[in-house]
């Protein structure tokens, strides 16, 4: 008797091993998040990955440009590519700023878009009317949970290779955005968009999650692709979990037929 109660359990087990995300409790990262371009803006971040496999973003900044939307975003990949945040060494032109396009190449194209509401695809990356404001002393607060569903692949298993970049600087110090300052931004009308100061969009800070090491450019250099991947090895684990889970219902019937032929 005991031992047909033991067995008759071993399929409730398989099913937790089976779906394992409801065993853990939610999961978090840290960001600091430093200033670009010498906007003396900083902010800290928290990635937390919860237990149903969504993703909640919070950020704290402080020294933006007030009263201002800041487009903000998650970038980098998570194909194995490796991305940080740039230095001025990454200003290619030498007008003393890092542009998007410059940053791009050091930080990775854009991952999540950081809206406070509806679509959170790269396509909503200049999507200012639904990005946070600044207040008038330039401190910014952003909270959003995005539900798993619309998570790009790998965004669970690749957090600490993601990196979140605010953009929107005040170069000429007049409290807006101007093209007067920076010209227009080459990046907006790269993608359509005309008549945008490259202040709105060029990066404020940029912040890596604690403890994740930068590493060395990996063979075949940077690449800004899509974020793409093949099996990640969070799929890896859940396909050999789900195998355990059939090898105990397989060995159940293996067992039964014994005990039949016993008696």
Known sequence: MRLTRSLLALPAVALVLAFPGTAYADESVQVKLLD???????????????????LKV??????????????QHIHGAANGMDFHCPDKSADADGNGYVSTEEGLKMYGDIFISLTTTGDTTKAS?????????????????????????????????????????QHGIDANGNGKYDVEALGESTFAKS???????????DPATCGMVS?????????????????????????????????LALLGVAGLAVTRRRLARQN
């Open 36 to 54: 670009l371009n010498e906007t003396g803006a900083t902010g800290t971040a928290t990635l937390t990955a919860t237990s149903g496999g969504d």
């Open 125 to 165: 990356g200049l999507a200012v009317d639904r990005m946070p404001t600044a207040d008038a002393d330039g401190n910014l607060t952003y909270e959003r949970t995005i539900p798993a569903a619309e998570l790009p692949a790998g965004t669970i298993e690749h957090l600490k290779d993601l990196h979140i970049v």
């Open 211 to 243: 403890g994740a090491a930068a590493g060395s450019v990996p063979a075949g250099g940077v690449a800004t692709g899509d974020g793409s991947t093949g099996i990640s090895s969070g799929a890896l684990s859940l396909y050999a979990i789900g195998g």
């Open 58 to 71: 919070q950020i704290r900044s402080q020294g933006m440009t007030p009263n201002s939307p800041h487009a």
């Open 191 to 201: 993608v359509g968009v005309n008549g945008i100061p490259a202040e709105a969009t």
